[in-house]
C-alpha cells in the first residue's frame, strides 16, 4: 500500500529516481494469476496510479514515474476486464480508449491536488507477425521483420497482422500526449524485432 511504498522509496535513498508503476497490468490475471486472478478495470489502473504515483511523489519530489506500463495493442485501447474489444468497462468510461481516458486522469488529477503522479507514459509494443521470434527465419521472415519497423513511424504502412491499420506509433502516442496530458514524455521500454541475426540487428538499428 501507500505506507510501504513510501517507506521503500525512502530505503532506496538518493541514487534511484524512475519508478515504474509495476508491468504490464492488462496481464496481470496471466501472469500473477494467484495474487490477481481477476483482470483489470480502467477504474483499478488509476486508483493504484493516482495512490501510488502520489504516494513516490511524497517520498521523492524529484522522482521520474513511469505509467501505466502496458503489454502492446489491445491494452492501449481496452482494460483486461474487457479483452482487446469494446465492452463494458469501456462504455462505463465514455466509450473512450483506455490511454486516452487514462491520460487525462493524470492532468486532472495534477490540477485537482498539484501532484502529477505520472510523468512519463510508459507503452510495450511487439510486432504481431511473428518476426520477433528468435532465429534468423527464411528471406520472407526477414523482409517481413524489416518492412514491420515501419510499424513505429509511417502513417502509410499497415500492420501485416491481425491489427491490420497503421500503427504509427510513435506519433500516435505523442499526438495522444498533446492531446490529453501535454508535456508527458514518452518510452517505449519493451520492444523485440528478433534475437538473431542480421536482420534483427539491422531492424534494432
Known sequence: DETWITDWVSHLGAG???????????????THFDVHPAPVSYDEIWARTAGIGTAVKGARPDSVIFGPVVWGWCAYFYSAADGCWPGADQAAHG?????????????????????????????????????????????????????????????TYSSESWIGEPVRLIPRMRDLIDQHCPGLGLAVTEYNWGEDGISSALAQA
Open 95 to 155: 466509450g473512450r480508449p483506455f490511454l486516452e481516458w487514462y491520460l487525462d486522469q493524470i492532468c486532472e488529477h495534477e490540477v485537482n491536488t498539484g501532484v502529477r503522479p505520472v510523468d512519463v507514459l510508459d507503452i510495450h509494443y511487439y510486432p504481431q507477425s511473428g518476426q520477433a521470434l528468435s532465429g534468423e527465419g527464411n528471406a520472407s521472415l526477414q523482409s517481413l521483420r524489416l518492412r514491420s519497423v515501419k510499424d513505429l513511424y509511417d502513417p
Open 16 to 30: 534511484v529516481r524512475w519508478f515504474a508503476l509495476d508491468n504490464e497490468p492488462m496481464l496481470w490475471s496471466e
